[in-house]
């Protein structure tokens, strides 16, 4: 019993390890797959998802694709009904003000299961199922609240809010979404259709701002920062995050060796800014003493 509790924890490091560099490669495709990227960022909150666990989540988007009418007549506002159809009301899929203080309403596998999640998870089940039963759908990041456009971006499509069950959304009703988020008006920029990196990143981002509110769940923060690390295109001031990060921890002599690297970055362009973090850097070490 004893041998098998020493073993466990670096079975579990090598797990984790496996599972980062399968969500790095999968980043680095040219068409990355985004059922499979949220399901490793769920496998890094909850370990028992394992390889078979996520094939399950997988094979349930394959099913419920399967109960969608393929290629209906009406073009995108048929597509955008019988999503709503399906999966807003005979499967129950939604949100609500409550979603937002959970951690599983950002892990795809814990959506799938529960029905209930943010609003951008909500859309990646949408985007998946329709996107595998042949609909031309993409996701809309909206400032403040991820929605689904199907169709063609510059030419006829519609919008609609997975959250509120598949609601048809018209330009006006995104324009008083992001004047509520932002106080600004809604440009074309806003309606371009988000890539699959962006959304991962956003989830990442969601998680992040979750975890910081509650200082009990670091960890959940720090894997976050870590996965937006592996990322192939992310802001270099993640880097000093997860310094900050690793220091409040108690994790001094990482931390610092974390801020030394970001302020090897900082340098060349920010020199003064690069001589601030390492002050931080030997602020690190000196709690040490």
Do not use: K
Request: charged share 25%.
């Amino acid at each position: 019993m004893g041998e098998r509790a020493e073993r466990g924890e670096p079975e579990r490091d090598a797990a984790r390890q496996e599972r980062r560099r399968q969500f790095a490669a999968a980043a680095r495709e040219e068409r990355p797959d985004l059922a499979l990227l949220c399901l490793l960022i769920g496998a890094e909150a909850d370990p028992a998802l394992d390889q078979a666990g996520i094939d399950a989540a997988q094979i349930e988007l394959d099913r419920l694709a399967g109960l969608l009418p393929y290629s209906p007549a009406g073009g995108p506002g048929a597509w955008a009904r019988n999503l709503a159809e399906l999966l807003g009301t005979r499967q129950g899929f939604g949100g609500s003000p409550g979603d937002y203080r959970r951690l599983e309403s950002s892990l795809l596998h814990e959506v799938l299961r529960r029905r209930r999640g943010l609003p951008i998870l909500l859309s990646v089940v949408w985007m998946e199922v329709a996107r595998r039963a042949g609909a031309p759908v993409y996701g809309v990041a909206l400032p403040g609240h991820f929605v689904i456009g199907l169709g063609d971006p510059a030419g006829r499509h519609v919008l609609a809010d997975p959250f509120e069950g598949g609601r048809p959304l018209t330009d006006q009703d995104a324009a008083v979404i992001v004047a509520g988020a932002t106080g600004e008006a809604l440009s074309p920029g806003m309606l371009a259709p988000a890539g699959p990196l962006e959304i991962v990143q956003r989830i990442l981002n969601n998680i992040r701002a979750w975890a910081q509110a509650r200082p009990e769940h670091s960890a959940v923060q720090l894997w976050a920062l870590d996965l937006a690390l592996l990322l192939p295109s992310r802001p270099a001031r993640l880097r000093h995050e997860r310094a900050q990060l690793l220091v409040q921890r108690g994790e001094f002599l990482a931390g610092a060796a974390e801020l030394e690297e970001y302020a090897r970055v900082l340098e060349p362009v920010q020199p003064a800014a690069a001589t601030a973090v390492r002050r931080e850097a030997g602020a690190a070490r000196a709690r040490l003493n």
